[in-house]
């Protein structure tokens, strides 16, 4: 066994650093394809020698290539320091599964970690030892196109899925080669730019911060998540990257985390425009001091930090704890003993898009899925003919996102999925338009299929890259040629059902007055046109709730639902008409709230009843409900439980998620549903950042959503 401390010893001042170094594949002498690489090797000021030095690699994609760079890196380096490959395998590798903000609202733990676990089987045998993921940042901001990499606004359903995804992916790491450690990201509150554009400054109170922004990341580490990554923006005024408080502050100091932490790309070298560091040697005096471990993709490092413990402005030691966290990992991982881990051809052709994990895509999909409106035209029946309108009808890019691992080949398309269940002389295909451009011969065509059927199918949406990373958008309406398209086949008359297919919450107000049922599909992944036509046709029946806001115009943005009431609420009973705080020109209320989302079936919710009035900080509080499912349709509901604090030291959210269960109800079938509060699910931080409960009275709220729901009062003596 490999003694790190040992081997830290027989390092020398340019191996320590170079482990500290993380590069992209194509310069590493073992990778497929180098391309041109003097360029960038110039450009970053790093040469051929320092690349036998390095400690991770970022983005290898295939066994082939990870063990051929890793074989090459064996034999050239001096020790016999294995490489990390790290990649971001966030929703999926080869498989993909519908995006995180879909995820999200699949409401399903289970599922959501059996998703990261087939993930990290397909990656694990590519050679990849390290996840980018799982991305936790909750945001309220659908403009900024990073939403759909998490799950959403609410911290403690973030924090839940933090810990499913970072459960599956690393589940027994070190005893097993088809997991991955996971890295969660972007430490910290990357998910609150300023106006939703990218990168930009985020400036929250303390208080702000640890409510609601650093829960989820917590959770994953609590979960055992190996690796943190800094985030892009400012945190009050200090990027996070060099932000000493946050990192050696929060994350070392009081949470205890002692794994790597890496910059996010380019980061390092970023402190420079953002205007905290001078030249590259300040920049890696700033992050090495705040704690970051491993920079990524810039030189900073590389270049200056011998230079930095010379002139003594940098402790050797510093150092050293780096190099040590980076040397644990990989000997967790088991690479000293074998260097290539779980990699194998043979294996990927095994693991990779497997029956079995087509299955779970498309069964995750189907949860993902939500039904926004239904005016009596969900489910079809299979009989009629039908019309497959808009730009998504045929679109294999409906993996969303950061699925670069998914092929295009692989991926159903809606059509494909509505072609089992409708004969081809049953079903017309034209899509009337492209996402953000058309021709009127387009539409003409469109419009002239549409007429021959009975019912119409309208595929629209954001391409990929409307969303993501950089992707931010002012406006967030579907582009005006597809509301044009659905507004016309609207003027036809017959049932329109419009199905959406993006990454973020979009003003869908034109859409639900043009259509007499809306699906939000969001980006389904590679089953995507499977699931989607279970749900068509009812085979599966629609559980999902949202897990953001979808908002009713942008200038509510941001918008969520565990929001403050104001010293002058406008629902107030004796509020007067004008100096309430509200909209003059729109609701103060989403389109569709957080936890919303139809089902085929209908469920009614009786009256609460609680085991007590009243609760002392070591009892418990049972609160009971009965669901019934009305309908004629066997169905699954979400039941939700919110609290409200009525008077704390510091104001408390009107509504705030404590808890949930899924049920399964046969048509007719009541189930007696029980909760219980305790007196942990009532703490909250302080002025002082202490995190405690206080007596007084709380309102407790079960329902359907985050609207809709019945309530009770009780009290904590
Ligand atoms: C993203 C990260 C990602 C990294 C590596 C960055 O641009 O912000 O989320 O993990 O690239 O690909």
Redesign the pocket.
């Given at each position: 066994m490999t003694d790190v401390n040992q081997l830290l010893q027989q390092m020398t001042i340019e191996e320590k650093v170079g482990q500290l170094v993380q590069l992209a594949t194509p310069f590493f002498k073992g990778a497929t394809d180098r391309g041109e690489i003097t360029g960038p090797m110039v450009q970053m000021n790093i040469s051929e020698n320092d690349i036998p030095l390095t400690g991770s690699v970022?983005?290898a994609s295939g066994a082939k290539e990870t063990m051929n760079i890793q074989k090459v890196h064996m034999e050239e380096n001096r020790l016999g320091i294995p490489l990390l490959f790290m990649s971001?395998i966030v929703h999926g590798f080869k498989t993909i599964f519908p995006v995180p903000l879909a995820i999200g609202c699949s409401w399903d733990l289970e599922l959501a970690e059996k998703s990261a676990s087939i993930a990290a089987k397909e990656a694990a045998a590519a050679g990849v030892h390290v996840t980018?993921a799982p991305?936790v940042d909750l945001s309220r901001e659908p403009r900024w196109g990073r939403v759909m990499e998490s799950t959403g606004e609410d911290p403690h359903l973030n924090s839940e899925f933090a810990r499913s995804f970072v459960r599956g992916f690393q589940g027994d790491l070190e005893n097993d080669d088809s997991k991955v450690a996971a890295c969660v990201?972007?430490f910290a509150a990357y998910g609150a730019p300023e106006a939703g554009r990218d990168y930009n400054t985020v400036d929250m109170s303390e208080w702000q911060l640890r409510e609601n922004y650093l829960p989820a990341y917590k959770a994953a580490l609590d979960e055992g998540c190996e690796m943190v990554?800094t985030a892009?923006n400012i945190l009050n005024g200090i990027p996070s990257t060099g932000n000493e408080a946050l990192m050696r502050g929060i994350l070392r100091g009081e949470w205890k985390f002692d794994g790597p932490l890496v910059s996010?790309?380019g980061a390092v070298k970023e402190l420079i425009p953002h205007g905290v560091a001078e030249d590259a040697k300040q920049a890696a005096e700033k992050a090495m001091k705040a704690g970051v471990d491993i920079e990524?993709m810039t030189a900073c490092y590389t270049n200056h930090i011998q230079e930095l413990i010379k002139e003594e402005t940098l402790q050797e030691s510093i150092v050293d704890e780096a190099v040590l966290r980076i040397l644990r990992l990989k000997k967790k991982l088991g690479l000293f003993e074998n260097p290539y881990r779980g990699a194998s051809e043979a294996k990927e052709t095994e693991a990779i898009l497997t029956d079995e994990n087509r299955e779970a895509a498309r069964e995750l999909a189907g949860k993902s899925i939500v039904l926004l409106k239904n005016d009596n035209v969900l489910p079809l029946d299979g009989r009629q003919k039908t019309a497959l309108i808009g730009p998504f009808s045929t679109s294999t890019d409906i993996l969303g996102p950061w699925s670069w691992g998914g092929s295009p080949e692989d991926t159903i398309t809606v059509d494909k999925g509505l072609s089992n269940y409708l004969d081809s002389d049953q079903l017309f295909i034209s899509e009337g338009c492209g996402i953000e451009q058309g021709t009127d011969e387009q539409l003409q065509a469109a419009l002239e299929q549409a007429e021959n059927a009975e019912v119409i199918v309208v595929a629209l949406g954001e391409h990929s890259d409307m969303s993501g990373?950089a992707g931010s958008r002012a406006d967030i309406r579907i582009p005006e040629v597809q509301l044009n398209l659905l507004k016309r086949v609207k003027e036809l008359g017959k049932p329109v059902v419009g199905v959406l297919f993006n990454g973020r919450p979009l003003d869908l107000r034109e859409v639900t007055a043009n259509a007499d049922a809306v699906i939000e599909a969001w980006y389904p992944g590679t089953e995507g046109g499977n699931a989607l036509a279970d749900i068509l046709f009812g085979i599966v029946n629609p559980s999902a709730k949202l897990t953001m806001s979808m908002p009713y115009a942008v200038g509510q943005v941001p918008i969520y639902y565990n929001r403050y009431n104001t010293g002058r609420p406008k629902d107030a009973p004796d509020a007067p008409e004008r100096f309430v705080s509200q909209y003059l020109d729109i609701p103060n209320e989403p389109l569709y709230p957080f936890g919303y989302g139809l089902s085929y079936s209908q469920f009614e919710y009786g009256e609460l009843t609680l085991s007590s009035d009243q609760m002392t900080q070591d009892e418990q509080l049972s609160v009971t409900s009965t669901i019934t499912n009305t309908g004629s349709t066997a169905g699954e509901e979400i039941v939700q439980l919110y609290i409200r604090d009525l008077a704390g030291e510091v104001v408390r959210p009107l509504k705030e998620l404590k808890d949930f269960k899924r049920l399964h109800l046969e048509p007719g079938e009541s189930q007696e549903v029980v909760f219980h509060i305790e007196e942990s699910q009532l703490r909250y931080y302080h002025a002082n950042m202490e995190h405690k409960s206080d007596r007084g009275e709380f309102e407790v709220f079960v329902g359907t959503n985050s609207r809709d729901n019945k309530a009770k009062k009780f009290r904590l003596k």
């Open positions: 970022l983005g971001d980018f991305m990201k972007h990554m892009f996010d790309w990524m990373e």
